[in-house]
């Protein structure tokens, strides 16, 4: 027989499709709800459920109702919650991700107490506490206004220590500060937290995908954008082969692409360099967002997208989903 051409109709790979059965045992992609985190947005107060037009189905929680929302995580069987902090007050520094009452802080208290198992992990950046809305310290040089990057490594190790004294079970760094996975290794480990893990948001793309989180954390940019530190999704895949292992040398323990869909061949190419690192994809509020709203329109079927979406990050290579989703997708797999 050619092997070359002409092998039908030797070969027929609908044998491998007609039967529903051969499907499901040649199936090699299977989302586990134990790998999806939830994100949840906090904000100070009680009893307040603040919804997010442009996210349908999450909403600013108070404390008290993360932490009700921690203990659904937890009957679902999800891996974990991330938290995004929305203070009373923000100003230039960002004062209150490093404040024992800030309210990150607050709501890692309530849901331990709730939720003692629940993995908890924190967003540590400056952009949803500062009044400026970056991710870091902002400073004017010869007229030009940027974050001041090592300015900004500080803040991060103390907002780091002051989750972890707050509860926090790992600290996930979103800002892309070169140096930051480093800065906040050595100021856990100087607090007594040497075995807490960090994620690192090691290559995080500028992208317009994080719109309707904008709206969620009250964090835009105020003026400018954040190009000068998040990745250019044009550079070559290799800045983030480079950011990853910068992170890793200063210690990060999990890796994390963001966004995902878009960046399925980068999540890949991680995944291929470091097979042994634990990798994450961030599936972005504006990939959540617009499948909701063509699905409103009738345009799209939600659960179909969304648990295609889902695969394909899985397939790509990511074994960790960061997902508005993580509760759905709990609920469908059980079904
Ligand atoms: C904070 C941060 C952002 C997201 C996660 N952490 C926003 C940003 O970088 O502007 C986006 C998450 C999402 O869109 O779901 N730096």
Redesign the pocket.
């Known amino acids: 027989m050619d092997h070359s051409d002409g092998q039908f109709p030797h070969t027929r790979l609908r044998r491998l499709r007609y039967n529903p059965a051969v499907r499901r045992l040649i199936a090699e992609t299977q989302l586990d709800t134990r790998r999806l985190v939830l ?1 949840l947005f906090v904000r100070p107060g009680s009893c307040v459920r603040q919804p997010i037009a442009s996210m349908p189905g999450h909403a600013q929680l108070s404390p008290d109702l993360a932490a009700e929302e921690a203990c659904e995580a937890v009957q679902l069987g999800l891996g974990g919650v991330i938290l ?1 902090g929305i203070p009373e007050h923000k100003d230039a520094v960002g004062s209150d991700a490093m404040c024992d009452g800030g309210v990150v802080q607050q709501a890692l208290r309530a849901i331990k107490a709730a939720a003692p198992e629940l993995l908890t992990i924190t ?1 540590v ?1 400056c ?2 506490y500062t009044d400026h809305g970056h ?1 870091g310290v902002v400073t004017d040089r010869a007229g030009r206004r940027d974050v001041d990057n090592d300015a900004t490594l500080e803040l991060l190790a103390r907002q780091a220590v002051s989750h972890a004294q707050a509860g926090a079970d790992m600290i996930a760094p ?3 500060m070169d140096g930051m996975v480093g800065a906040i290794r050595r100021g856990l480990d100087a607090a007594g937290f040497g075995h807490l893990p960090i994620m690192s ?1 090691a290559a ?1 793309y500028a ?1 317009a ?6 709206e ?2 009250e ?3 105020q003026f400018g954008d ?1 190009r000068t530190y ?1 990745m250019d999704p044009a550079a070559a895949a290799g800045q983030a082969i480079r950011e990853v292992t910068l992170d890793l040398a200063e210690g990060a323990d999990l890796i994390m692409v ?2 995902a869909l878009a960046y399925l061949d980068i999540i890949r190419q991680v995944r291929d360099a470091f097979p042994g690192v634990p990798l994450a994809a ?1 599936n ?5 967002s617009m499948v909701h709203a063509a699905a409103e329109r009738g345009w799209l079927d939600l659960r179909a997208t969304a648990m295609e979406s889902l695969t394909a990050i899985h397939r790509a290579g990511a074994g960790i989903i960061l997902t ?1 989703w993580a509760k759905d997708v709990a609920v469908w797999l059980r079904e």
Not at 284 to 288: A, D, I, K, L, P
């Open positions: 994100p995004f967003d950046c952009c949803e991710c979103s800002g892309m948001y995080k992208s995908f994080y719109g309707p989180f904008r969620a954390a964090s835009a940019p954040r998040q963001k966004p961030y972005v509020s504006g990939e959540y508005y």
